[in-house]
Structure formats: C-alpha cells, structure tokens
C-alpha cells in the first residue's frame, strides 16, 4: 500500500492540533458592550441603546515555568537520524508555546558512552534521551528483541503493528532500568552491510571482522565473522586501516553520510521479506527521567508523546525517500551492490529463527516476546518465517 495517503493523513492531524491549541490559546472570554447609535430622523436625532458583542483577543499567558532539557543521542551530527532529533526538539518548543526547550547532543558530546544513555537518563545527569536498546543486548533479552534482529519487516506501517504487539513489555523493562518509556521515536529501514573487500555471498564474511552491536553481532557471529563493538565516531578510519573487513550501521543514507562509500566498496543490501541481520526497527525509542516526567504537568506530557510519534512519521517519510536517494549515490560512487542469491535468503530464515529460539528461552518475558513476534508475522503474511518460527518453539516446548 502507498504511503502517501497516510502520510498526508498524519499532516492533517498535526495541523489540526496546531489550529486547536492556537484557538485556546489565542482566544478569551467574549464579552458584551453596550454602545449608543444615534441616526438622524426627520431632523432629529433618534438614541437607541444596544448591545452588541465584542470579541476580544488576549494574549496567552507568559509561561510561569519554563523546562530546559538536555537530550542525549547516539548519532552523529552528519546522520539524519540526528536531523529527525533536532525536529522532535522543535516540534516540542513549538507545540508547548515555548514552555519546553531541548538542546540536543550528539553521540559521546556529554562525556559518556552511548551505552550509559539509559543510566545517565535515569540518574538525572540528562533529563531525556533517545536510546538504540541493541547498546544493551547483553544485560537484557527484551533490549535484544527489541533492537536490530533479522527478520521480514520492511516497512514503518508493519513496524508499528510490531511494536504496539510489544510496547507493554519493552516499556516494562526501560522501567526496571529506571526510565520512563515514552514511545518510537526513529524509523529505521532494513540495513545494510558494508565492506572494503569483496563480498558475493554470505560464505564470504566467513573469518572476516566486523562491526556489529547487539543481536546483529550475534547474527554475523554465526555466520563465522568475528565482531566487534565501536561507536560511530570510530568507524571510519576502522574501515580506512582495516581494522575491520565490514560493518554494519544502519542504511544507505547514514553509512554515506559518515563517508563509508570512500572506504567501502562493497555493500550487501536488504532483500524485502528476508532483509540480513535487520528487519526494519526502531532505532531510538523516546526515555524521560522519572523525577522530570512525574513533575511535568498532564499537558505537557501529551504534547512530548504526540511530539514522538509525529516525529517517528516524520523521519519514515525522510528515510525512506532518502534511501532511495542515497542508494544511487553509492553506485556512483563506484560501490558494488549485492543481492544475495536464494540459497542464502533461506539461511538468513534458518539463523533468525534460531536466534529468536535461542533468547525465548532466557526470561518468561523475552519467551512471551518471541509469541508475539510469531503472531505479528503471521498476521502480516510472513508464513515464512512464522511457520519456521512456530516449528521450532514447538521443538523447544516453548509454545503455549
């Protein structure tokens, strides 16, 4: 289905909350006023007395309290993801009457990893961020589904019905990690892999080394390359001195933007339906310090959450069409585009399935996760995947 339509839906939507905030704040009280008209009459003048109504414009008020929030990030300021951020702070400015302002940072700017995101938010050393949960796959297995994972996925529509499947249970685990969840904020598309020697097939990133996070690490781990963890800052001049073979960081658009195309020749693409070690995902989900949220007044705190969710629609407009763009770009550039031959789109299945079998079995909660992705596949068509997904948690006693 085209996204057009929706889209311009969403426009509309925004539009409207913006002409009706603008009518409650801009408008007062009509009164009445009493006024004398005098008309002349034969010669003589005729005083009648009426009353008419006036209305009067008031200013909105000056705002008595006015939040400063600091905004922590993990992208660069050359990735669009970080334009997408700078928006929501915008939009947020904007819909409040300038009762809210946030100064976004880019990734490390603050003096902590990226992977500190969640504890510095949660601490109070920033009062909101937007967080990637695959920084945490180790620690917990719902951070791991619901980072990258591989999958069929390809669109933001599909990916929204994912996570209204299982927002309960990640919004659940950013508050054990002491946050306030508030919702998806960056669409991300299917990534792509990148590498500076030749790649045909998947058998070729056997031994090589690569930058991976998350269960993207583990995907690419099983294929037989060794990963590794380094944040963006890093990765260029990665690539330029071989420290790794190839890497992964996101799509098209950001992995051109960061310069990759100059040191990078070869690059493997997503398959739609199959993809490679991500289906399309949420690549920032929305964190607020308690103490800030619980103080916020009700208003405020459904500005910020319409602000996200506009912002996430906003940015799946931006990257997708920029995707497009940008995949050119790397042709131009001289990049080999590869698409992988089919018997590789089944083993893509065989080792998404069995790493979605594999983190089930680490809590009832990540167990009760995977269900969920099981149902959304089937619903959306993927019979697959979800045949394959079913066959083995049934194998594993993991169905209900």
């Not at 919004?171 to 500076?196: D, H, L, Q």
């Not at 789109?345 to 790493?355: P, T």
């Amino acid at each position: 289905m085209s996204t057009t339509p929706r889209l311009a839906i969403v426009a509309i939507v925004l539009l409207v909350v913006g002409l009706v905030a603008g009518f409650f704040v801009g408008q007062g009280v009509v009164p009445t006023k009493t006024v004398t008209v005098t008309a002349p009459g034969a010669g003589v003048g005729v005083t009648a007395t009426v009353t008419v109504p006036v209305t009067v414009t008031v200013p909105a008020p000056v705002p008595t309290e006015v939040y400063r929030f600091r905004m922590a990030t993990f992208y660069l300021a050359g990735d669009p993801a970080f334009e997408i951020a700078t928006t929501f702070a915008k939009l947020v400015e904007e819909m409040s009457g300038g009762r809210i302002k946030i100064e976004v940072f880019q990734a490390g700017e603050l003096g902590f990893p990226v992977t500190e995101i969640v504890d510095a938010t949660a601490r109070g050393v920033v009062e909101i961020a937007i967080f990637y949960t695959s920084y945490l796959a180790a620690q917990d297995p719902i951070f791991a589904l619901a980072g990258a994972k591989t999958g069929p996925l390809s669109d933001p529509w599909e990916l929204l019905e994912y996570v209204r499947a299982v927002e309960d249970l990640v919004n659940a685990t950013f508050s054990k990690w002491g946050v306030v969840y508030v919702g998806p904020m960056i669409y991300g598309e299917p990534e792509i892999a990148v590498f500076r020697v030749p790649i045909a097939k998947l058998d070729d990133v056997k031994g090589k080394i690569m930058r991976a996070s998350g269960l993207s690490a583990v995907f690419w781990s099983r294929l037989g390359a060794q990963t590794v963890m380094m944040p963006a800052g890093e990765l260029y001049t990665a690539l330029q001195l071989g420290t790794v073979d190839g890497l992964e960081w996101t799509d098209f658009v950001a992995n051109y933007r960061l310069g990759f195309h100059e040191v990078a020749k070869y690059v493997i693409a997503p398959t739609k339906g199959y993809n490679l070690h991500s289906e399309a995902a949420v690549h920032a989900f929305l964190i607020v310090n308690p103490d800030v949220w619980a103080k916020l007044p009700k208003e405020l705190k459904t500005i910020i959450r319409t602000a996200c969710y506009a912002t996430y629609w906003y940015g799946a407009e931006l990257v997708t069409k920029l995707n497009m763009e940008y995949r050119q770009r790397w042709l131009q550039a001289g990049a080999t585009i590869v698409e992988l031959p089919a018997e590789d789109l089944k083993r893509i299945i065989d080792v998404g399935v069995e790493l979605h079998v594999e983190y089930a079995k680490m809590s009832p909660e990540a167990r009760e996760y995977v269900l969920r992705v099981l149902r959304v596949w089937k619903e959306l068509g993927y019979y697959e995947w979800a045949n394959a997904l079913e066959k083995a948690l049934e194998a594993a006693s993991l169905l209900k």
